[in-house]
């Protein structure tokens, strides 16, 4: 796992096989995920995933082709340039 500081800290985990990153957005995750939605991919030119806990709260965003949709200062501190 991989840490980016900006301004708000943030997991950050990035499997380069897959070019898919899972963003956390709290540092342990409580109680487990509910639901995921899909969001709709004519929308952004590719794929993100919404992890909802049981009150419809975002615990984590996966995103596909990451490469091409994160901060290129977020990749070079996980090494992916």
């Known amino acids: 796992m991989q840490h ?3 301004d708000v800290s943030l997991l950050v985990s990035y499997d380069s096989e897959a070019d898919a990153a899972y963003i956390r957005l709290q ?3 409580s ?4 639901r995921t ?3 709709d991919p ?8 919404l992890d909802l806990d049981v009150h419809g ?3 984590g965003i996966e995103l596909l082709d990451a490469s091409n949709k994160l ?7 996980m090494g992916c340039d």
């Not at 109680?31 to 509910?34: E, Q």
């Open 27 to 29: 540092r342990e995750i």
């Open 37 to 39: 939605v899909m969001v």
């Open 4 to 6: 980016f500081r900006g």
């Open 31 to 34: 109680g487990d995920v509910d």
């Open 71 to 77: 901060p290129r200062e977020m990749l070079r501190q």
């Open 57 to 59: 709260r975002v615990l």
């Open 42 to 49: 004519s929308e952004i030119d590719g794929m993100i995933n």
